[in-house]
C-alpha cells in the first residue's frame, strides 16, 4: 500500500487555500509502478493506496450518504463502493487513513482523493465562523463532523440532477443505476457486483422516448424526457462548454445552466456546487426552503418558492453564511432529512 499524509491547511475562511495540500510519499511511485490485474474479480485484487486524513476532517459515511452523490453503496464490512463516471471506486477508513482502490487505475490517487473530497476547504476554520451563524448549524455539525461537499465530474452531475425534479434521493438514484446498467459500458465485476459507467450523454441525448418499459423500471417517469432535453442540449453547446464554466463568476455560470432547457434554478446550483466549485452556490429544494423560513421568518413574505423567491433565499443564505454557504446549505439539508428519517 502507498501511504500519503494531509494536513489541514493553515489560514481562515477569508482566503483558504485553492489547491489540496495532499502530497504523495515516495511509496507512492511503487504504486503507480505496481502490476495491475488484467481483469479483477474482487476489490482485494487492486492495489490500495493509503491517506492520512483525521474522521473528524473527513467521514466517508456522512460525505457519501448525505445526498449529493447517487452512486455509493456501503459494503457490510464498513467500506463504500461506487461508480465516479467511469470508474469503480472503493474507500474505507481504518483509523487515521483512509484506503482507496479504483478500476480503472487513476493516474494520480492522491490528487483525484484530494479532488473529489475537496480537500483544499479547511473544515476546521469553516465550523468556527458556521458555530457562530445559526444553532441549527451548530447541531449539524456536532452530528455530522466530517461531512465534505463533494467535487463530482460536471456533466455526472448535470444529468444526475436532470431526474431530481419532484424526486427522491433513494429514487434518483435508481433511476441512475438502471440507465447505467441499460445503457453505460460494464467496467468490472468485483466480489459479484457488477459495476457500470454513467451512460454517455449522446447516448442520452438518443433516448426513444416515450419507452413504458424504461419509465417503469427506472422510476423516472416524464423525467427521462427532462434528461433527454438537457443532455440534447448539453451536446449542442459543445464539449468543454460546462468544465469551461468553472473559470466564469457563480452569477454568469449559474446563468448559462439555466439557460438549458429543463435546468431551473436549483438544478444549475447543483451543478455549480457539486460540478463546478462554486461553494456559494446554493441549492434551495423543500428542505432548504422550509429552513429558509425558519431562519430568516418575515425576511422571507412569500409562502411559495417562486423565481423571484428563490433568488432571495439564495441570497440570504449567502448572506448569512458568506462564501461557503452552499456547504451550510448541505450541512443543514443533510440534518433536516435525518431529523425528518428521510436520510439512508
Known amino acids: 500500500m502507498s501511504s500519503s499524509r494531509w494536513s489541514p491547511p493553515p489560514g481562515r475562511l477569508q482566503s483558504p487555500p485553492r489547491t489540496s495540500s495532499l502530497r504523495s510519499s515516495p511509496s507512492n511511485k511503487g504504486f503507480q509502478l505496481a502490476l495491475w490485474p488484467e481483469d479483477p474479480a474482487r476489490w482485494d485484487d ?10 473528524d476532517e473527513l467521514s466517508l459515511d456522512f460525505s457519501l450518504n448525505c445526498g449529493q452523490a447517487f452512486r455509493w453503496h456501503r459494503l457490510a464490512d464498513g467500506a463504500w463502493a461506487g461508480v465516479v463516471w467511469d470508474r469503480a471506486v472503493w474507500v474505507r477508513r481504518s483509523g487515521r487513513f483512509i484506503e482507496l482502490r479504483a478500476w480503472p487505475p487513476l493516474p494520480d490517487p492522491a490528487g483525484w482523493f484530494a479532488a473529489y473530497f475537496r480537500l483544499d476547504v479547511n ?3 469553516l465550523y468556527v465562523d458556521f458555530e457562530e451563524a445559526h444553532p441549527h448549524l451548530a447541531e449539524a455539525i456536532r452530528l455530522f463532523p466530517g461531512l465534505r461537499v463533494l467535487g463530482q465530474p460536471p456533466v455526472e452531475v448535470l444529468l444526475s440532477y436532470a431526474l431530481s425534479v419532484s424526486n427522491s434521493v433513494p429514487r434518483i438514484a435508481r433511476a441512475i443505476e438502471v440507465l447505467s446498467r441499460r445503457f453505460g459500458q460494464h467496467i468490472a465485476t468485483l466480489d459479484g457486483v457488477d459495476y457500470y459507467a454513467f451512460p454517455p450523454a449522446d447516448v442520452l441525448a438518443g433516448l426513444s422516448l416515450p ?3 424504461l419509465a417503469a423500471a427506472t422510476g423516472a417517469g416524464w423525467r427521462l424526457e427532462n434528461l433527454k ?3 440534447g442540449a448539453l451536446i449542442a453547446r459543445g464539449e468543454g462548454w ?6 466564469r463568476p457563480y452569477e454568469e455560470a449559474h446563468a448559462e445552466l439555466t439557460g438549458l432547457p429543463g435546468v431551473g434554478p436549483k438544478i444549475a446550483d447543483c451543478v455549480c456546487l457539486f460540478g463546478l466549485g462554486f461553494d456559494e452556490a446554493v441549492p434551495v429544494d423543500t428542505h432548504i426552503w422550509a429552513l429558509a423560513r425558519e431562519l430568516f421568518g418575515a425576511a422571507i413574505p412569500a409562502r411559495t418558492l417562486t423565481p423571484a423567491t428563490y433568488r432571495l433565499v439564495s441570497r440570504l443564505y449567502r448572506e448569512r453564511f458568506g462564501r461557503y454557504a452552499g456547504w451550510a446549505q448541505e450541512y443543514l439539508y443533510h440534518w433536516r432529512r435525518v431529523r425528518l428519517g428521510r436520510a439512508g
Open 242 to 247: 460546462l468544465a469551461g464554466l468553472k473559470g
Open 123 to 125: 473544515l476546521k476554520a
Open 229 to 231: 432535453r438537457v443532455a
Open 211 to 213: 419507452d413504458p418499459g
Open 46 to 55: 487492486l492495489p490500495a493506496a493509503r491517506f492520512e486524513v483525521p474522521p
